[in-house]
């Protein structure tokens, strides 16, 4: 079994015990004197990763503190986490947090910081003639789930450049399937390119002799946009200021540990991907992987706010409009001198 697919098979049993972990702890409405974490095995989540498997969050929450960590897959399901009272704090794209927050109730989701800029890709297939936009026209794309970071900057690409999905009356085939799915569609020659976060993108690249026909953050202002941010229950965040400023401040300095020390993030990184998945990936996948990414603490409000457009144009946010200015959170206790 390849790196690749060993990384599959792993996310597929996380993704399952995950489940059962939200099923399980859907009633634990108390837990004094804990945090539970969640976040995804990739590289744009190399906070969180960092932070734990190096101690950076327990040392700064202190041994009363108890940590836990669920990994997931998908924003959805995290998002379903913090519904459920299961998880008090996620790293996820800006896509399920913007939904978190519009459909929870009283607005209970909210953003507390940023984690990452950039990140994402468009990687078309070896074989394939695209060039540039207007060679989608006709092409078979994959983006992963409808709704998703990635998917909702392919369908807004292809609508600022006069095209549509066929579902739309257009003529481009977007097909809404996880990662693993879209390694497998490249290696068959079955779609012409794909939208891709890290280390996907780098993977495709690499393995499989796709072109990087642009990365996202050149499409957008200054070249930053969020693409991983951190969330929160606002109703454990009011009810636990002190453990929250703390866990704040550990995910600052774990922000700056990891820009000062690539290599020896590469390394954290596959070791934990070697703990959790049972394989690791090339340290070039990795090196190459990270320095696509921009790892940094501020939110980017302004991209947020583009993001939420984008979505809505798209039929995203429902008919009847939205309201994201209440989105990141404020408050007068000892939290907000962390978010601010």
Known sequence: MNARSAITAGIVGIVALSALGVALNSSDTTHENKLRIAYFPNIGHAVPIVGIEQGYFADKLGSDIEIETRVFDSGPQVIESLFSNSVDIAYVGPGPAINGHLNSENKNVKILAGAASGGASFIVHPNSD??????????????????NTQDVSLRNYLSENGLQPKERGGSVTVYNIPNPDIYTLFVKGEVDGAWVAEPWATILETELDGKRLFFEEDLWPNKQFASVLVIGNTDYVKNNPEIVSNFLQSHHDTVQWIN?????????????????LGQSLSDDIVDIALSNLQIIDDPLPNSIHSFAEQADSLGYLGRNGYDISEIFYHDSNSVEEELT
């Open 130 to 147: 695209i060039t540039s936009a207007s060679d989608f026209a006709g092409k078979k794309i994959a983006a992963p789930q409808i709704g």
């Open 260 to 276: 000062e020390n690539p290599i020896e993030t590469r390394n954290v990184f596959n070791a934990f991907l070697k703990s959790y």
